[in-house]
């Protein structure tokens, strides 16, 4: 077995490199635009009608929603330029009618559909993979993000909390709207041979009143997200980029209070502790080369970061949640190791939490950038003793290679996790992604995990992570995703996360979509199923059998959507519990099938929504479960929002049921584009807690921020112990100010 799967993977990949150096696309033989060098200053005012702009040819735009491949209805004037410090892009927006003008939203890195857009992403290194996004509305905001993965999801290849220093200037006229953006070549990270400099760029303008989305070049419908995907942008290029390398210099100030209510000693009351925590640190960022950044950084905090969603686990697998902190978010793409469903051979929460507790993280560094043909990120951060958990080292060191063609690299991966108390954990993984022809994609992954606790097998299956996968990515036509998936019984990254362990078998989905011509009430539709088994590697028990189809429908003016079935056979080994201890499922053998419908207006309109049910069988019992998320943007300066879970389970052969509700409130004030206030609170009944999270900020300019952060939970029965809890479990009111200084 084990001889065969090796021969397997060495087989797949010599066939795969081969056909990949045959059919694969060769990009050297798309002939580049040059982007004009200005000859005479601009005056950065958000109006584009300086001299220097006439002699700038304009760039075509091509209506990509709601009809690919048409004259947009409404007129833009694109251009773009550079000089010795900057890269500019300008715009002017036309409008037949200037009430469709939307401006709605001010706050930094703010994103909806509501508002009229303009901007673009921009592939620094033209490996049509990755990408940085630069974005803004009439209001002047400055919307960026980090772009990995070709944006396969946008929900998560999409990273809006990477920041850099750029600057934005808009007016809205009589007709229009304008805008003028610079970027600091400083600001970017790309590599140069010759005294050339080839990036990509897709430039996109959003007219939620029509709705219209238009874009330069041109880009596919028969892909997600298409506005987002670097291996769609056209290819320019720059002559002598010769950029200063500064110092940025980042150090931070809070303080505030923590107040805790503890049970005393004789277990009869509870007490108010209250604490006055005060911390300083900073972050340090240096430009090494063009192509090459090193950060440090020392006592790192994260005081503003937003509170995790509440969740209610339903399944035998464990719950993801993203990461949130800004640190680990930078450059994320460079240490992106997946085996599917978020599974990851690195997990940065693994580094700073513990048992959903912040750990003080003493000081790391991180060094990312280009060298030659290789990508290449080294992470390492020391976190200090917590409770019953050590002080611990975390490295993480990755690179990767273009071969053959910028669609396909090749890779690897070692991390290591080690504690004062002895105890460490090593892996390494190796990878390859190759593009054999057009929407063909083959993906190669093998990893292995060694620890104090476990022998070392370094040539069995035990430890070992492997992924094979192919796929056919396109919604329109046949698409198709089929993959086989091995995680080993000892295999356990140190900081990576396993949805699931000790399990092996495939994975496979097949679509059809179609985009419908004429003037038809529906832009897009399609088929999918999907499914897969999950068997035990130690007892060869077939654990997971999972079938789904679903019907997925998007009209013209953009609402849409889904009719799902869903259907399992589940082989319980040992008892499962659901949701907060709240129900147990027996061992043995278990099929249910339910169904979901789900509906989502369409994101343009001031008042938007999405609900789903759910409802059908679920192990021996039933389930009933329903989701509504209406959003309302109260003119320019206000957001509020509403979310609602309902899980209902009921066995009733065994008398067991529950029911789960969490209900959540997301505000958002922004008189200004340098102030924003924003509530996230939530109550959840399986836990019996209202979370209360509020955060002001003040943002003059990029690098200079203060924060005031104040985290409250609320026990809600506070009568169901004894003695009786308190109202509040905890709270904290922290200030915090950062201010960079750049030499």
Not at 35 to 41: A, D, H, P
Not at 142 to 151: V, Y
Not at 300 to 328: C, G, H, M, W, Y
Not at 663 to 684: D, E, K, V
Request: charged share 20%.
């Amino acid at each position: 077995m084990k001889t065969s799967l090796i021969y397997f993977v060495i087989v797949n990949v010599s066939l795969s490199c081969y056909l990949t150096a045959q059919n694969g696309p060769d990009l050297t033989k798309i002939r580049p635009i040059p982007v004009v060098k200005l000859s005479k200053n601009i005056i950065f005012d958000g109006i584009p009608d300086e001299e220097a702009w006439d002699v700038v040819p304009a760039l075509a735009m091509t209506t990509l929603l709601p009809v690919f491949g048409e004259e947009p209805a409404e007129s833009s004037v694109v251009k773009i330029a550079y000089d010795d410090e900057y890269f500019y892009v300008s715009g002017i927006l036309n409008y037949s009618d200037a009430e469709s003008i939307r401006a709605i939203g001010k706050k930094r890195d703010y994103r909806d559909r509501s508002s009229s857009w303009f901007g673009f992403i921009l592939d620094t290194f033209n490996d049509r993979e990755n990408a940085v996004a630069f974005f803004t509305n009439p209001n002047g905001i400055r919307t960026d993000g980090a772009i990995k993965n070709d944006c396969q999801n946008e929900n998560d290849d999409f990273n809006t909390s990477w920041n850099t220093f750029w600057d934005v200037k808009t007016t809205i006229q009589e007709d229009g709207w304008t805008a003028e953006i610079r970027i600091p070549f400083s600001s970017l990270r790309f590599q140069t041979n010759d005294d050339k400099t080839l990036m990509g760029i897709l430039i996109t303008r959003w007219s939620p009143a029509l709705p219209e989305l238009s874009n330069y070049p041109a880009s596919s419908p028969r892909l997600s997200s298409a506005y987002y995907r670097p291996s769609l942008a056209g290819v320019i290029e720059f002559q002598g980029l010769q950029p200063a390398k500064p110092i940025y210099i980042t150090p931070y100030i809070v303080g505030g209070i923590s107040q805790v209510n503890r049970l005393n000693e004789a277990e009869t009351a509870y007490s108010l502790d209250s604490d006055f925590p005060f911390d300083v640190g900073g972050d340090l960022k240096l430009s090494l080369a063009n192509n090459l950044t090193l950060d440090l950084t020392v006592n790192t905090d994260f005081a503003q970061v937003e509170a995790d969603d509440q969740k209610i686990n339903l399944s035998r697998f464990s719950l993801f949640f993203p990461e949130k902190r800004v640190f680990f978010q930078e450059k994320a793409d460079v240490f992106d190791f997946t085996f599917l469903e978020g599974n990851n051979l690195f997990y940065s929460r693994r580094i700073g939490l513990f048992d959903g507790n912040a750990v003080r993280i003493l000081g790391g560094v991180r060094f990312t950038g280009r060298i030659n043909n290789w990508d290449v990120g080294l992470l390492n951060m020391q976190t200090e003793k917590f409770l019953n958990n050590p002080a611990e080292n975390f490295g993480v060191l990755r690179v990767k290679r273009s071969v053959f063609n910028q669609y396909t690299y090749a890779g690897a991966m070692i991390t290591s996790r080690l504690g004062v108390n002895g105890a460490w954990n090593i892996a390494y993984g190796l990878d390859s992604q190759l593009r054999l022809t057009g929407d063909e994609y083959l993906t190669i992954r093998f990893a292995q995990t060694f620890d104090d606790e476990t022998t070392t097998e370094p040539f069995g299956l035990s430890p070992t992570r492997l992924l094979l996968q192919w796929q056919r990515r396109s919604l329109v036509g046949l698409g198709y995703d089929i993959a086989y998936t091995h995680s080993g019984t000892s295999f356990r990254p140190g900081i990576g996360f396993e949805r699931k362990q000790n399990f092996h078998g495939p994975v496979a989905s097949i679509l059809y979509g179609w985009l419908p011509e004429g003037a038809t009430f529906l832009r897009y539709y399609r088929i999918k199923l999907s499914g897969y088994n999950y068997w035990n590697n130690e007892d060869g028990l077939l654990e997971t059998t999972h079938g789904n189809a679903v019907f997925y429908w998007e009209a013209r003016k953009g609402f849409g959507g889904n009719l799902s079935a869903y259907w399992f056979k589940e082989e319980l080994a040992n008892e499962l519990t659901l949701g907060n201890n709240q129900a147990k499922v027996p061992p043995g053998q278990h099929s249910f099938m339910y169904f979901t419908s789900g509906y989502s207006s369409s994101r343009a309109k001031s008042l938007t929504y999405t609900v789903s049910a759910t409802a059908g069988w679920f192990f021996d019992g039933w389930r009933i479960s329903f989701y509504a998320n209406p959003k309302l943007k109260a003119g320019t300066d206000f957001d509020l929002g509403l979310s609602y879970y309902l899980d209902y389970v009921d066995f009733p052969e065994r008398d067991m049921r529950f029911t789960n509700h969490i209900l959540g409130f997301t505000g958002l004030m922004t008189l200004t584009t340098s102030t924003s206030l924003a509530t996230f609170i939530q109550y959840n009944t399986a836990i019996n807690r209202v979370i209360a999270n509020v955060r002001f900020r003040l943002n003059p300019r990029e690098g200079n921020d203060f924060y005031i952060v104040y985290d409250d939970g609320l026990n809600t029965e506070i009568h169901r112990t004894v003695p009786p809890l308190p109202y509040s479990a905890g709270r904290t009111v922290l200030l915090k100010y950062t201010y960079t200084f750049r030499l």
